[in-house]
């Protein structure tokens, strides 16, 4: 079946320093693939979202390419903020397109951002 | 516009007991998915309501799991008796018909079984 394999955590960085969230996935389809994001106290959000081969999707500074070559789907940020502490999930949809949107999650990382 | 919407924040119950979580989507959100991250561990796919009905629940781990959603509306989702091993976040999202429409979660419940 469909996997998700993300970076276990915790990550620890200093603001202003340079993110990086490794995502591969095992899907059986052409699957859709996400970044979501819980911040303290909060519900999942979807951060970015990718549909096909070399699409990158970007939001709030965060950039992630869909690498069918590699089943790869990392994110970046460049310049990380305080407010950026929070679990991210990759996740990815192998029903985009139809009616419904069943999501496959990797095991999440918490990014701790330190001033 | 209110979110989705879940109920309690936190549960902590004995084995053996039984505990209902509750789900209150977006309005007019035809699609209600509930999903389970167990332990830190990876979000996991339990079921998928399209109005009342249950288009997919292939997630679901045993029977002493049951959702409802009656009236296409709020659902619920019943543990009995609780297990262990059912301690973890329980998470409801909603979505509108259609195709490619994004779902949007709620908080969670946290169910602790001691």
């Known amino acids: 079946g469909d996997s998700v394999t993300q970076m276990e955590g915790p990550v620890t960085l200093s603001e202003e320093a340079f993110l990086t969230i490794n995502c591969t996935y095992t899907a059986t389809g052409y699957p859709s693939l996400f970044w979501y994001v819980q911040y303290p106290g909060e519900g999942l959000q979807l951060l970015l979202k990718?549909?096909?081969?070399?699409d990158k999707g970007s939001n709030k500074g965060f950039e992630a390419t869909y690498r069918k070559e590699t089943t790869s789907f990392h994110l970046e940020k460049g310049s990380v903020q305080v407010s950026d502490s929070a679990v991210y999930f990759c996740a990815l949809s192998d029903r985009w397109g139809a009616a419904g949107n069943k999501l496959t999650f990797g095991g999440g990382t918490r990014v701790l951002v330190k001033p | 516009e209110a979110g989705v919407t879940q109920f309690p924040s936190h549960s902590v119950i004995e084995k053996g007991q039984t505990v209902t979580l509750r789900c209150d989507p977006i309005s007019g959100h035809d699609n209600l998915y509930w999903y389970r991250r167990v332990m830190g561990k990876e979000i996991k796919f339990l079921l998928h309501?399209?109005?009342?009905?249950?288009?997919?629940e292939s997630g679901m781990p045993n029977n002493r799991f049951l959702a409802e959603r009656t009236g296409g509306t709020y659902s619920t989702l019943k543990v009995q008796p609780a297990e262990l091993e059912d301690s973890g976040v329980y998470f409801c999202?909603?979505?509108?018909?259609?195709?490619?429409?994004?779902?949007?979660f709620g908080q969670g419940t946290r169910l602790t079984v001691v």
């Open positions: 990718a549909t096909k081969a070399d």
């Open positions: 309501f399209v109005k009342e009905s249950k288009q997919d």
């Open positions: 999202a909603s979505s509108q018909e259609g195709v490619n429409t994004e779902a949007f």
